[in-house]
């Protein structure tokens, strides 16, 4: 079974500065898809990032970037230029892309954090 | 495209009594997906529907639980005989592909006294 660790349960950081949350999973597949949500206190759960694990190329949106290290198994996501509406709490998560496998999502317990003005 | 939208937003039940909580995805979303949070946690997937289909059931979802998606559109996830422990945020979220990404609802917050 897959799992997805994150290991800063709370994390802070000045507005304008960057921040990284750390991110790792254990699977024993080859070829899967790896997200980074976002729930901020409203609750809506938005999706930030998305890396298919073929791909070597990090993904990057805006601001948010990841660094994909599949032989580590490791998944973190840098918010670069932190905003105060990035306040929330951000949740890496796992799917596998093996056609006819489980469509479920496995999440990590998060991280909540904090950008201070 | 609205969202996907859930309701009601919050319910309050009393132990032993039936919920009933309705999920209405983005319209050309076939992929449906319940999930459960509880408090500090991440999400606990519960079910999965493609169209009409129950694809996928967690070992989470007991028998007193059970999810419908009549004619693949809306979909209805049931508790039976309510416990203290079923106290959570119920969310829903929908896609059309597997891998792509999910959008949730803002979730029904059930609070069982």
């Known amino acids: 079974a897959q799992t997805v660790t994150q290991s800063q349960p709370e994390m802070s950081v000045q507005e304008a500065e960057t921040v990284t949350l750390s991110c790792t999973y254990d699977t024993s597949e080859n070829n899967y898809y790896l997200f980074w949500y976002k729930q901020p206190p409203s609750r809506q759960m938005i999706l930030v990032i998305r890396q298919e694990a073929y791909k070597q190329q990090n993904a990057t949106e805006n601001r948010f970037s990841v660094n994909f290290q599949k032989a580590a198994k490791s998944f973190s996501l840098k918010i670069s230029d932190s905003q105060l509406g990035d306040t929330a709490m951000y949740f890496c998560a796992f799917m596998t892309a093996f056609q006819g496998g489980s469509e479920k999502l496995v999440f990590g317990k998060g991280t909540k954090l904090t950008v201070n003005p | ?113």
């Open chain 2, 1 to 113: 495209d609205t969202g996907v939208s859930q309701d009601p937003r919050h319910k309050i039940t009393k132990r032993g009594q039936n919920v009933t909580f309705r999920c209405d995805p983005i319209s050309e979303h076939n992929r449906l997906y319940w999930y459960r949070q509880t408090l500090g946690q991440g999400p606990e997937f519960l079910t999965y529907f493609q169209n009409e289909a129950q694809l996928e059931k967690s070992r989470l979802l007991s028998d007193r639980f059970s999810a419908e998606r009549p004619k693949g559109s809306f979909s209805t996830l049931e508790i039976q005989r309510t416990e203290q422990g079923d106290s959570a945020m119920y969310l829903c979220a929908s896609s059309t592909y597997r891998g792509e990404k999910l959008f949730f609802g803002s979730g029904t917050q059930l609070s069982v006294l």
